[in-house]
């Protein structure tokens, strides 16, 4: 049995402002009573795409598509909180992005033909930037929780640098998933 790496594309959070102004708002998402699993600061990133389990072949067939990715890097404006599917039926609590929204799009759309002709399926939910920053777990004081949210839907959590897609993997472990970096594309400025 070939050892299989659960992995995705993204840019990691290297804003420590940025990380510590979405702990705050964790923190008044957890107050709600809300049944939270709240994201680790350190695994919070910006994911391009998820990948599914790969191979350890793969890692370069696929760093190989993400070199030929066109960007320069650019500033990621981190504003607002929501929900997927919505603030009525919770799932995935993230922080929004406006700036920077364009560029992420056309990274994803440059990825998806060149991940396909490798084998990878279209991703079924397509691109929709953002920061999960907490899953729900339970129904269990949703009203407060989208009372909250709506409260938040116009909070600043400041501006991020995205400089280097990475190539992640993720181990998953009791206690949480651990993210390491196996590639990384970073352009010149």
């Not at 402002?17 to 957890?30: C, E, F, G, M, Y």
């Not at 890097?73 to 992005?97: E, H, S």
Request: glycine share 6%; hydrophobic share 40%.
């Amino acid at each position: 049995m070939s050892e299989t790496i659960r992995s995705f594309i993204a840019f990691d959070m290297d804003s420590e402002s940025v990380l510590k102004k979405i702990t705050d708002v964790q923190a008044l998402l957890t107050k709600t009573g809300a049944d939270l699993k709240l994201v680790e600061p350190r695994n919070i990133h910006i994911t391009v795409r998820f990948l599914g389990n790969i191979t350890p072949p793969m890692v370069d067939k696929i760093f190989e598509e993400m070199k030929k990715v066109q960007f320069v890097p650019f500033d990621v404006k981190i504003c607002g909180a929501g929900a997927f599917p919505n603030v009525r039926y919770p799932r995935v609590l993230w922080a929004g992005i406006t700036e920077g929204a364009d560029q992420l799009r056309s990274i994803f759309n440059q990825l998806e033909p060149r991940l396909r002709s490798l084998g990878f399926a279209p991703d079924p939910k397509g691109f929709n930037p953002h920061l999960t920053i907490a899953r729900v777990k339970s129904g269990r004081n949703k009203a407060e929780l989208a009372k909250l949210l709506n409260e938040t839907v116009n909070y600043e959590f400041g501006i991020v640098r995205a400089e280097c897609l990475r190539l992640k993997r993720s181990d998953l472990t009791p206690k949480g998933p651990i993210y390491s970096t196996l590639k990384e594309v970073c352009p010149q400025k």
